[in-house]
């Protein structure tokens, strides 16, 4: 079976993004950049809602195909690995009533699930096929999983800026079992691996 994984940034006060939907108040650097290059290698399916799909599919499609640059930290060749494995995986959208455009980048590679089947799609996709079933950002969409038992595992990696006004990443109680905990050199940020209760 496969395990559904959420790996989300958060300010070290548990926000998910600043306030106004703010997410570049995030300390997202080169320790999150890597962990990210992780998490997608170990995927088989990537699941976002219709937010997160918007914004991902305007942003690495162009990282992934740009050239080389050191000196530019979004073009390192880290991140350009990232986009190129988004490009590759196939994408679960949950949303209602959202299309995704015909000239999309990801258009070919991204099924579109309405929020009421969802769970059953989510409970499909762990029966089948190879790898996690990894969701980043999201919140939404993943917090309504964890009503369903769908969630097995929670990565936080959890930055040194508290953003009090911001969105907190969960909307509901949630007991968690810790897994481990990873240190990055040169960063300030802290991953925290949970493991869902059930």
């Known amino acids: 079976m496969r395990t559904v994984v959420v790996s989300n940034i958060v300010s070290l006060d548990g926000s998910y993004e600043g306030p106004g939907g703010d997410v570049m108040a995030l300390n997202t650097d080169a320790a999150f950049d890597a ?5 997608i290698r170990a995927a088989g399916t990537v699941l976002l809602g219709r937010r997160s799909f918007e914004g991902f599919s305007s942003y690495w499609p162009h990282v992934a195909d740009a050239p080389h640059d ?8 880290v991140n350009r690995a990232i986009g190129r494995r988004y490009d590759a995986l196939p994408k679960v959208v949950v949303s209602d009533g959202f299309v995704v455009p015909a000239d999309n980048p990801w258009h070919g590679t991204t099924t579109v699930v309405p929020r009421a089947d969802a769970a059953a799609r989510i409970a499909a996709e762990k029966e089948h096929g190879r790898g996690d079933v990894l969701v980043f950002a999201s919140r939404t969409t ?21 953003l009090p006004g911001g969105t907190p990443v969960f909307d509901r109680p949630t007991d968690l079992r810790l897994l481990g905990t990873r240190r990055f050199e040169g960063s300030d940020n802290v991953l925290l691996r949970y493991a869902v209760r059930r």
């Open 70 to 77: 050191p000196g530019n930290r979004a073009l390192d060749d």
């Open 142 to 162: 993943w917090n309504g999983l964890l009503d369903h038992g769908l969630v097995d595992e929670i990565h936080l990696m959890v930055g040194p800026r508290a």
């Open 35 to 39: 962990y990210n290059l992780e998490r």
